[in-house]
């Protein structure tokens, strides 16, 4: 329930927090059959146990826990081949979908990732059980379901350095706060004091591309006599690929004997270089009762990526002319509502863009340059320019031109805590955990390869448009106290407090990126093409302050069964208080069956860089490249459009499921069904008057003259997502060696209720259908005295193939399978050489293959080979060589 105030923000109010690493659902639960030992100590090691790993862990998933939660081991997760987090987790847990994004603007820098289906910030990540900070990337090119999404950035943890991931699939904000309605994701770092690894792996594509060098090591040493200290170190590069056929208008161009590059634009992996992540968790007992904790991590990388190609003929704002002729006579662009002076425009000859060096009273004197029967600008005109004093920069470059979006990426953490029992009588049997944290994840932007056109023939090629600065501070205070309330056994009590500071920062461009030059009255485009600079007029920090408190309570009723109540208040800022509340059970119908239900309400809260942000983006739209600009939703342009103050997403789940486990066997089977209210996206691009520009302009946007659409984030759609898990292990001594079987299959279905026309009916199409609503995965590890195998089958139902983010792209793509296979050798106890392959029998993405009256060019107009909505990439099989050494 939610609660609006205009109050300033009272501190006095910090009554909330977060539950330890998984202790809010967890914290009840499995401690209870698991011993009946009741000694003070023998809780304490039970609490401690369950906040890091979970509660009696079968193979994956936690049987006696009243949710569904994953298990999955560090070694499996270092099995899977693959370097990137997101990918990793994508092939253990079929609920998460991950999709490649070539050119997609930010999106590219920092990958989104679905559980359940939904958006990728609805899932909280936590490292150690402490909250994690977001990313400074929002999304803005999201692929539909996650446009304008601002989660964490997951794939900064290298797989060396964990422990375990634990995934939590149901709704938690009673225990956590915002972001967990569609679950909790705790990567669990290693706590060794001794020995160590490091890792040497080389690979790259079927195709010959995408080569991927990376090192990776960890180590435990003592911390003083009675802790721990753990290191742990990844370092990788990784070269661009290229699934791209040349644009049928950069061929015409090449064809016509002018300079342009082969394939003109790139869909394929960005390259990223220098990709360094250091992280390290430390540990060491005060005393008998207490102990101190110390993470955190520091990580940057490059990213370079390709971007839509600038043709020479056409591209408004550097080339495309806003003059055109009717049998020789000029005629000026009409205005949006001249209906028949747009036909009349339309029917004329086009020019090229032409401008006045000396002033823009002056640009009329200048030649027409018309582009000609022939598709080409008339080369005696364009050379009678330099003569009359004019500028085109079909003369400065006549192939036109591809920017590469690119930047760099720091994130930074640190968390600091004690944990231990009170030893003050009055306190006695209570546990606590007081922590503190700060992180940071900062962007700074590059564009390469562009103009700012109105600079003319002085524009640098090369940009820096700005940074995003994304800081969190956390303080926490929790406590756990077991309580006999004559039931089977002792009730536990969790409670807590916590106090959150969020800070999203943008800091103005080089000033080349978004300055007007001397063009710039002329029609020529103001700033770095393709994405301008943040000028400084909106630049500035924007902070939001809240604050929660929880409580946790378990119920071991009976021997049978188990329930668990949990409540959190929480206090924003900025719109008001919000409480949830979350019910859940389990029963033991015998000894190997039990049944489990959850019921739970939730919240998302609108994050500071989605209520403030503003940027102007280069994107196609209805398979046109334009220039639109994403505005704060209380800009008045903004409001005129519809939009709102962002108000939280609110959630109501359930789930309900079954577990079953005989000896080795183990399984589980949950259906969820989750309704989320007033969801928080990017709206449908809108198209701007002459007026609205007029408004843009005195607000200080760039670039208004080129812009042909604006968008803004707003809280304009209601979904239902249903869906079913189930999970298999069994383990067993087969082929004369040591055999584990691991089946995992979602069906997973996403239903918008409501919309308006700020949505579209283009991106409902996309929220309901773009993801596979059916996954699975089936996983055989053999391990032999020498050799160790391990492969996986991975299966992809039917999706939306959708390219360019143009419905006309849109096809019903086939079901498809790949193969993962890893086999190791084990040289000695210290050494492993492995060999193995991604997508093993390189199995292709749907190839696009529409046709549509509108793109008469076809499939190729945009250069893709493959829709990049394909759940499993574009860029096919990948092999590699890894070798281990063990210490």
Request: charged share 20%; hydrophobic share 35%.
């Amino acid at each position: 329930m939610m609660t609006k105030k205009k109050n300033n923000f009272d501190l006095s109010s910090l009554s909330l927090a977060v539950s330890l690493a998984l202790t809010g659902t967890l914290l009840s639960t499995g401690a209870y059959a698991a011993d009946e030992e009741t000694d003070t100590k023998a809780k304490k090691e039970s609490v401690e146990k369950i906040a890091v790993v979970g509660s009696r862990a079968a193979p994956r998933s936690i049987g006696d826990s009243p949710v569904p939660i994953d298990i999955i081991s560090g070694d499996d997760i270092r099995k899977s081949g693959n370097s990137d987090m997101l990918e990793i987790l994508k092939g253990t847990v079929p609920s998460l979908n991950v999709h490649a994004n070539p050119i997609s603007d930010a999106a590219s820098l920092v990958r989104p990732a679905n559980l359940r289906g939904l958006s990728a910030d609805s899932t909280l990540i936590l490292l150690n059980g402490k909250r994690r900070h977001r990313s400074s990337v929002i999304a803005f090119q999201g692929g539909g379901i996650n446009d304008g999404a601002h989660g964490p950035d997951i794939s900064v943890i290298p797989s060396i350095a964990l422990k375990q991931v634990e995934v939590l699939r149901d709704g938690a904000a009673a225990q956590y706060g915002s972001d967990a309605i569609a679950g909790v994701m705790n990567f669990v770092l290693k706590d060794d004091s001794e020995g160590g690894s490091l890792e040497v792996k080389q690979g790259q594509y079927y195709e010959g591309d995408g080569d991927t060098t990376e090192v990776s090591g960890n180590i435990g040493m003592p911390f003083t006599q009675d802790g721990f200290m753990n290191l742990s170190f990844q370092y990788k590069t990784s070269d661009p690929t290229s699934r791209s056929v040349q644009r049928p208008d950069a061929a015409f161009y090449a064809a016509s004997g002018i300079d342009v590059e082969d394939p003109a634009q790139v869909w394929g992996s960005p390259k990223i270089k220098d990709d360094i992540s250091i992280f390290f968790n430390s540990g060491v007992e005060l005393d008998d009762h207490s102990e101190a904790y110390l993470f955190g991590n520091y990580a940057e990388r490059e990213v370079k990526g390709g971007f839509y190609y600038r043709d020479p003929n056409s591209r408004a704002g550097v080339y495309g002319g806003n003059i055109r002729t009717v049998n020789g006579v000029r005629m000026e662009r009409p205005l949006d509502d001249d209906k028949p002076g747009q036909k009349a425009w339309d029917a004329a000859t086009p020019t090229i863009l032409v401008g006045s060096l000396d002033g823009a009273d002056q640009q009329m004197n200048c030649p027409v340059v018309e582009i000609g029967a022939n598709g080409l600008p008339d080369s005696a005109a364009l050379s009678s320019l330099a003569a009359a004093n004019c500028f085109a920069f079909n003369n400065m470059l006549p192939g036109g031109f591809t920017p590469n979006f690119g930047g760099e990426i720091v994130d930074t953490s640190l968390v600091a805590g004690t944990k231990g029992e009170f030893q003050m009588e009055m306190l006695e049997g209570i546990f606590y955990d007081f922590s503190g944290s700060f992180g940071s994840n900062e962007s700074t932007y590059m564009i390469f390869n562009t103009v700012n056109a109105s600079l003319g023939a002085d524009t640098p090629r090369d940009f820096s448009p700005g940074r995003y600065i994304e800081s969190e501070w956390n303080f926490n205070a929790d406590f756990v106290k077991y309580s006999d309330w004559g039931l089977y056994d002792d009730a536990s009590i969790a409670t807590g407090l916590e106090w959150h500071r969020e800070s999203f920062e943008i800091v103005a461009g080089d000033v080349a990126s978004y300055t007007a030059g001397p063009l710039s009255s002329q029609g020529f485009g103001v700033g770095s093409n393709g994405f301008p600079g943040f000028q400084p007029s909106s630049a500035g920090e924007f902070k939001r302050r809240n604050a929660a408190i929880y409580l946790d309570v378990g119920l071991p009723v009976t021997e049978d069964l188990t329930g668990e109540v949990a409540v959190r208040y929480e206090d924003f800022d900025s719109f008001g208080s919000t409480t949830n509340f979350k019910v859940a059970a389990n029963y033991s119908v015998v000894e190997d069956f039990s049944v489990r239900a959850s019921y739970n309400t939730g919240f998302r809260a609108p994050t500071v860089g989605q209520a403030n942000v503003s940027t102007v983006q280069t994107s196609l739209t209805g398979g046109v490249l334009v220039d639109s600009a994403l505005l704060p939703p209380t800009n008045p342009i903004a409001v005129q459009l519809g939009a709102t103050d962002l108000t939280p997403e609110e959630s109501k789940s359930y789930t309900f499921g079954a577990v079953y486990t005989n000896g080795d066997f183990f399984l589980t089977a949950d259906y969820y069904n989750i309704e989320v209210t007033d969801r928080i996206s990017q709206s449908e691009k809108r198209d701007i008057t002459d007026a609205d520009k007029a408004v843009l302009k005195a607000a200080g946007v760039p670039n208004v003259d080129g812009l042909s659409q604006v968008s803004f984030f707003t809280n304009d759609f209601d979904t239902t997502t249903q869906g079913i898990d189930i999970v298999a292990n069994y383990t067993a001594e087969l082929f004369q060696g040591d055999s584990t079987f691991s089946l995992a299959y979602n069906w997973n279905e996403t239903k918008v209720d409501r919309y308006s026309s700020i949505t579209g009916d283009f991106k409902v199409s996309r929220l309901e259908n773009d993801l596979p609503n059916n996954r699975a995965t089936f996983t055989w590890g053999q391990n032999w005295d020498d050799f160790g195998l391990f492969t996986r089958v991975n299966y992809f139902g039917e999706y939306q193939g959708v390219h360019v983010d143009y419905d006309a792209t849109i096809k019903q793509a086939s079901a498809a399978v790949t193969v993962d296979m890893e086999l190791s050798y084990f040289v000695n106890d210290s050494f492993t050489v492995s060999v193995g392959a991604q997508n093993l029998f390189d199995q292709q993405a749907e190839r696009i293959d529409f046709v549509h009256e509108d793109v008469p060019a076809g499939p190729t107009t945009w250069g893709g080979k493959y829709y990049e909505t394909s759940p499993f990439g574009i860029n096919g099989g990948y092999y590699y060589l890894k070798g281990v050494y063990r210490f």
